[in-house]
């Protein structure tokens, strides 16, 4: 589709990019317990706000030309390309669009690749505490997963509502991480308290990496 184009009311591509996009998290994460379903059903909810102003109602660009008026920052807010909330924030570039839009998909399907990583390896724990793999380096590289993604669709398409979702999904996301550890301790006690004092729970310390490279060479 041309950048210069109007390109909403297109309610198919809205339906297409909602199933493509919840059935491969649904694919990599699969959830068993209601505690995954209602992190892939908030994950779902912030995907369905986001490609309904993608491509079907603009509702943040109603809203903010209403508010600013004239003093919005690009000539014709509906085109595909000043669509783009941080494009049209800086006047409009091109050159910023054709650099957010890759990077934003490195920053999604790197998530979801390691929701799939991190799922793969918990299920072929066969119910023993796992500690290496991606978890080596994060105590929930699920939740980090998450995290990556939703910030990939927060730089390739922002909106009023995923802005504000995206933090509530973080705290929703931090609490369930500390239920499941709460759950853990009681399962597997000192070994697991031991684990956490080694590992960060979302982000992974430099200096764990930095010794896992070290052990590969």
């Known amino acids: 589709m041309p950048e210069n184009e109007y390109a909403y009311g ?11 996009f919840g059935l491969f998290a649904l694919s990599v994460f699969k959830p068993t317990t209601k505690r995954d379903w209602r992190t ?11 490609f309904s ?20 920052p690009v000539l014709d ?14 006047g409009g570039s091109p050159v910023l669009f054709e650099i957010l839009h890759p990077l934003s998909n490195v920053f999604i399907f790197g998530g979801l690749i390691i929701i799939w990583i991190g799922w793969r ?14 978890y080596r380096f994060v105590r929930h590289p699920q939740y980090t997963g998450f995290g990556l993604s939703i910030l990939g669709f927060l730089i ?13 999904l973080l705290i929703m996301y931090r609490r369930l991480a500390k239920k499941e550890e709460q759950n853990m301790i009681q399962e597997f ?18 200096h764990l990496i930095n010794s896992t490279k070290k052990e590969q060479t």
């Not at 809205?14 to 199933?19: E, M, P």
């Not at 892939?40 to 986001?50: D, E, K, R």
């Open 156 to 168: 390739q398409w922002p909106t009023l509502i995923t802005l504000i979702m995206a933090p509530t």
């Open 121 to 134: 390896k918990i299920h072929s724990g066969h119910g023993k505490l796992v500690q290496d793999g991606i």
């Open 40 to 50: 892939l059903g908030a994950f779902t909810g912030f995907i369905v706000a986001l």
């Open 10 to 20: 297109l309610w198919g591509a809205v339906l297409f990019n909602i199933i493509f």
């Open 77 to 90: 807010p509906f085109n595909h390309i000043n669509g783009h909330l941080w494009v049209a924030l800086t």
């Open 189 to 206: 006690g000192k070994e697991y308290i031991d684990y956490m004092k080694r590992v960060p729970r979302f982000i992974p310390r430099i």
């Open 53 to 72: 102003e993608m491509f079907g109602f603009p509702l943040t660009i109603y809203i903010l030309t209403s508010i600013l008026g004239k003093n919005y």
